[in-house]
C-alpha cells in the first residue's frame, strides 16, 4: 500500500500563486505515474498533471503554460506549482500515484485550493 498526504491548499487572489506539495510513504516502488486531479463542486474530477519515474510530464489545456509539476524523488515528493491562478481554478485538488498513466491507484485526502478576491 502506498499513503498519499497533500498540503499547500488555501485562499489565493486572481492572479496568484500556490505550490501544493504531496508525500508518498509505503510501497513506493510500485509507483511509476504521479499526479495531480481536482475536482470542483458539480463538476466530474479532472486530471491536471502528471509526471512519470522518467520525468516525462503532461498537462490539461486549461492550465498548460501556468501550472508546473515536478518531483523529487529521493524524497518521495511531487509538487504541482500552480500560477496565474483564475477563480475557474477553485476545486479540491487530489495528488495521485500508480504503476501507470493515469496515475489512480492510490490517492490522497485532497486539499482545498479557492481563488477569490
Known amino acids: 500500500q502506498v499513503q498519499l498526504v497533500e498540503s499547500g491548499g488555501g485562499l489565493v487572489q486572481p492572479g496568484g500563486s500556490l505550490r501544493l506539495s504531496c508525500a508518498a510513504s509505503?510501497?513506493?516502488?510500485?509507483?511509476?505515474?504521479m499526479g495531480w486531479y481536482r475536482q470542483a463542486t458539480g463538476k466530474q474530477r479532472e486530471l491536471v498533471a502528471t509526471?512519470?519515474?522518467?520525468?516525462?510530464?503532461n498537462y490539461a489545456d486549461s492550465v498548460k503554460g501556468r501550472f508546473t509539476i515536478s518531483r523529487e524523488y529521493y524524497k518521495n515528493m511531487w509538487y504541482l506549482q500552480m500560477n496565474t491562478l483564475k477563480p475557474e481554478d477553485t476545486a479540491v485538488y487530489y495528488c495521485?500515484?500508480?504503476?501507470?498513466?493515469?496515475?489512480?491507484?492510490?490517492w490522497g485526502q485532497g486539499t482545498q485550493v479557492t481563488v477569490s478576491s
Open positions: 495521485a500515484a500508480g504503476l501507470v498513466l493515469p496515475p489512480n491507484d492510490y
Open positions: 509505503g510501497s513506493i516502488f510500485s509507483i511509476n505515474a
Open positions: 509526471i512519470t519515474s522518467g520525468g516525462s510530464t
